[in-house]
């Protein structure tokens, strides 16, 4: 097994490609948002990252969509596809790559890899005779399938883990040996135990592996599946699509040319649902052909409306275009990532989104900047001059117990933050910036600095020093919730005037007068006031929902 090197500077993240045969929900949208985050978290910290996204366009489900509208399969996709790709444009999604599987690049890239395994003697000509599921695009064993009802009472199978339809199919095709590969998979597993995150789903494959695996159908006869790529030198038979589809995170590094610059360093996030996918079938083709395993697989829950899961026919669909104007494109970021947790479901409702924002991002971040650079309080609006004297290393002046506490929560905030991101745990991270926001705001609310006599030297070099403490903390905040909240933190660092090229990770020095270092802020001039940072939102748009 070759394993890919941590030491170079280079990072590469992957979100699943989309199928197309409906339009984009909330749960694509946070698959994306959370491949964002670590992107744009990667980029602050100096790494050279690139980011992948895009739709799965082949198979039996796409062509019977296309079937079903009438249009012609490419037409379809080409609709759909464009859909995707706008509403993560409107979502401040920063992918450096789109990949449809419908493009030359990805046809090369797949009947490359396909040959790759050929040659080594990985694929057979067989029968398959089994249930397959085409909502799901899966073959799955007896043991997978349950009886259950139609809508019309009829007796019919279905998948157990999903709940769609199966149907029993028997077919010349080609196979795989994937039975031959389930030893390499423990030995991937039991050396790299943080391969696939969080660790509930490392054990669930773990699980899967303590049983044979059988042999992997991977081609169906043309005459059932025209859309798709050719086998290459057999015109009779299509390529499975999860076999064509898995590849694209080859095609968008430049596979099979230059691929390992990138693919040594591959990320990817996926849904609880295509776990097996990407944790057996992937990793089993990945070294048949000799190439290296991805760094980590992201596995993250899903969204579920009224406990229920998101889908078409129970028509529960959350719309995320919709949503993202209702509530900003930040604020639907914000609380997609503050409320999301990778190990367990959540319910979506709209009124705890407006709850969420409101409080957080409206009141206690938005409330913390407008105290801090109002007239009232900062005529001068300069980030301010801290005092030594007010505020001291050692126990002194006029800070108390819990304002040397705040600052130690803040000074470390980076290093938690960062761990939180390195565990995938970004609802942790955020849990700890918004605890620290809270401290912030008590400390302003505490010494209640519009109290102070500005006549006197003394309170005007205490006032000073509050507001310069405050301003810092803020700019600590608003500089690691760029990953999350881009604009909400542009915004916020522009009015602290705190420039593009200063708020990257290296910059994350926070308060260095209390170390008695000079502080390139101090006494600076704050940036324009450009309103509100977080308009409050009314609970009144919770009905829509
Ligand atoms: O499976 N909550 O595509 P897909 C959270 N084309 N995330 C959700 C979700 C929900 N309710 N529903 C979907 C496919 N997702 C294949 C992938 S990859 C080589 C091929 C997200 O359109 C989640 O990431 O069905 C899930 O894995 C993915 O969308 C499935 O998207």
Redesign the pocket.
């Given at each position: 097994i070759r394993y890919a090197s941590t030491e170079n500077r280079n990072y590469y993240i992957?979100?699943?490609?989309?199928?197309?045969?409906?339009s984009?929900?909330?749960?694509?949208l946070?698959?994306a948002v959370i491949a964002d985050c670590f992107h744009r978290h990667k980029q602050l910290q100096g790494f050279n990252s690139r980011f992948a996204t895009g739709?799965?366009e082949h198979?039996l489900k796409i062509q019977q969509a296309a079937e079903a509208a009438g249009k012609e399969p490419l037409e379809f996709c080409t609709a759909v596809s464009e859909r995707f790709r706008h509403l993560f444009s409107s979502c401040n999604i920063s992918n450096t790559d789109y990949i449809r599987t419908t493009e030359q690049r990805h046809h090369r890239a797949v009947q490359h890899f396909w040959s790759v395994l050929c040659s080594k003697g990985l694929i057979y000509k067989g029968s398959y005779e089994g249930w397959y599921s085409t909502q799901?695009?899966s073959f799955l064993t007896p043991s997978q399938v349950t009886t259950a009802l139609d809508s019309t009472g009829k007796e019919i199978k279905v998948s157990l883990e999903s709940g769609h339809k199966v149907e029993w199919m028997k077919e010349e095709n080609y196979m795989f040996r994937l039975s031959g590969f389930r030893s390499q998979l423990l030995d991937w597993l039991r050396e790299n135990p943080r391969a696939i995150q969080p660790e509930r789903f490392h054990h669930s494959v773990l699980q899967w592996l303590q049983e044979e695996l059988p042999d992997l159908s991977v081609s169906r006869q043309k005459s059932r599946l025209q859309w798709g790529i050719p086998v290459p030198e057999d015109d009779g038979q299509t390529i499975y699509?999860?076999l064509d589809?898995?590849?694209?995170?080859l095609t968008v590094v430049g596979y099979p040319h230059n691929h390992e610059r990138w693919w040594n360093v591959a990320h990817?996030?996926?849904?609880?649902?295509?776990l097996k996918?990407?944790a057996i079938y992937?990793p089993s083709f990945l070294l048949g052909a000799g190439l290296p395993l991805p760094q980590t697989i992201h596995v993250?829950?899903?969204?579920?409306v009224a406990g229920k899961?998101?889908?078409k026919s129970l028509g529960n669909v959350i719309d995320p275009q919709e949503r993202s104007q209702l509530f900003t494109t930040d604020g639907l970021r914000y609380f997609l990532l503050r409320q999301?947790v990778p190990d367990t479901?959540?319910d979506y409702r709209d009124d705890k989104v407006v709850k969420l924002l409101n409080a957080e991002l409206a009141d206690a971040l938005g409330g913390l900047l407008n105290r801090c650079t109002a007239t009232a309080l900062n005529p001068a609006q300069v980030y301010a001059s801290f005092c030594p004297d007010s505020f001291p290393r050692e126990r002194g002046g006029r800070a108390d117990d819990e304002d040397y506490r705040m600052l130690e929560s803040v000074r470390h905030l980076p290093a938690v933050v960062e761990q939180h991101f390195e565990d995938m745990h970004v609802y942790k991270a955020l849990e700890a910036v918004s605890t620290c926001v809270r401290q912030t705001n008590g400390f302003v609310q505490r010494h209640a600095p519009w109290k102070l006599d500005r006549k006197d030297s003394a309170d005007q070099r205490w006032l000073g020093t509050i507001i310069h403490v405050s301003l810092e903390c803020l700019r600590i905040y608003g500089t690691l919730l760029q990953p999350v909240v881009p604009e909400i933190s542009n915004k916020l660092l522009s009015r602290l005037g705190v420039q593009p090229h200063e708020r990257s990770w290296t910059n994350l020095n926070f308060l260095p007068r209390f170390e008695g270092k000079d502080c390139p802020f101090e006494g600076r001039a704050l940036g324009s006031d450009s309103g509100v940072l977080f308009s409050r939102l009314e609970s009144q748009r919770a009905d829509q929902q």
């Open positions: 992957t979100t699943p490609i989309f199928y197309v045969n409906a984009p929900h909330l749960g694509h946070y698959s739709t799965d198979g799901d695009e699509v999860w589809a898995l590849v694209n995170y990817h996030i996926i849904g609880k649902d295509i996918f990407h992937w993250h829950s899903h969204w579920t899961k998101m889908s999301g479901d959540c």
